[in-house]
């Protein structure tokens, strides 16, 4: 998620998803650099404006492409979700991304005192792009004492069937697993693959799984098979 440096504590991490009411600099994310949890929130704003401006809204809530992205409709959502709030769950972890570049060591310090035990860093996208930032993250949160989760932003870009799919799935699971060996990381550590590339229409609204005649349960499954063959079977999300 992109986030200002006044927003890094008041967090936590609910069934996998960091959710909060950020600040995103959408003029600042380009097209191979998405933080985990971008197109959640764009699923979720235009659900909220669907519904706000449908009379049948109220009587028949619409069906989402996944179901996660509407869990928490952002018009519900609270304003601010503070980590001492004991009513909410429990802060494990957060994840960031180069749009944390600003962290310093001081910030990974401050959210371990805070209660944070995991910090899941952003990796790689596709097939092309590669977290800059990523090795000196890491260092930081280890230096802080925190644990260490990484993560891969999918993409399947230009998959045109299941079979380009799987294909395209398993190319990115090495480049996931490639980067990490490079960065020099435990194959115990856990490696998570993000799936939440929209589908867009001509109009730009968000109707679905990118690409969306490929299964992406089925991609994801060969994309697990793939990283436990380079070594790394630490997958909790594993189908």
Known sequence: MKLKKSHIIPLILLSGLLIA?????????????????????????QQASDESTSTDAAEVPSIRARSFAAAIPAANAPDILYSDNISLPRKDAVDISSHQSWMVQADFNAIKAAGVKTVIIKLTEGTGYINPYASSQIQMAKSAGLNIAVYHYATLQGANSQDAGNSLAVQEANYFANTAKKLGLSTNIVMIM??????????????????????????????????????????????
């Open 194 to 239: 993000d799936c939440e590339q929209p589908y867009k229409d001509s109009s730009g609204k968000i109707i679905g799984p990118n690409p969306a005649n490929v299964d992406w349960a089925t991609a994801a499954a060969k994309f697990a098979s793939q990283l436990k063959s380079q070594g790394y079977s630490n997958l909790p999300n594993e189908l």
């Open 21 to 45: 009411k950020p600040v995103f600099a959408e003029d600042n994310v380009s097209q191979d650099d998405h933080p985990m949890g971008y197109y959640i929130k764009q699923e979720q704003e």
